[in-house]
């Protein structure tokens, strides 16, 4: 059985310190097969932190500080940069993976429950 996944990115900025949320940049669905790797990348200064959103659930936070994996994520996950270019890797993509993936603006993430 062969199972596709599908990804999206949208890349925002924060609002603190009294800035307007605004989209930077949104790349196209990803469509990949399982254990595959996927990068996704995002144009922002001066560092992002990556999210993952799942419907019905909170944001959950995967990497912070551009390159910081956060507790409990899988290290399949890794983020990378150079310059303003911000990259997430999911290295062998699984199910579980699917969903809309965000980067943000910010060294430290906010913090989301549900």
């Not at 999206?8 to 790797?37: H, K, M, R, Y």
């Not at 890794?78 to 310059?83: D, H, M, Q, R, V």
Request: hydrophobic fraction near 35%; proline fraction near 4%; glycine fraction near 10%.
């Amino acid at each position: 059985l062969n199972v596709l996944i599908s990804f999206i990115l949208f890349c925002f900025l924060s609002l603190s310190s009294g800035s307007v949320g605004q989209i930077l940049t949104q790349s196209e669905d990803q469509t990949v097969n399982p254990d595959q790797t996927v990068t996704i990348h995002c144009k922002h200064t001066p560092a992002v932190n990556w999210y993952l959103l799942k419907p019905g659930k909170a944001p959950k936070l995967l990497i912070y500080s551009a390159s910081y994996l956060a507790s409990g994520v899988s290290d399949r996950f890794s983020g990378t940069y150079s310059g303003y270019q911000f990259t997430l890797n999911i290295r062998g993509v699984q199910l579980e993976d699917t969903g809309e993936y965000y980067c943000m603006g910010g060294y430290v993430g906010p913090v989301f429950t549900q």
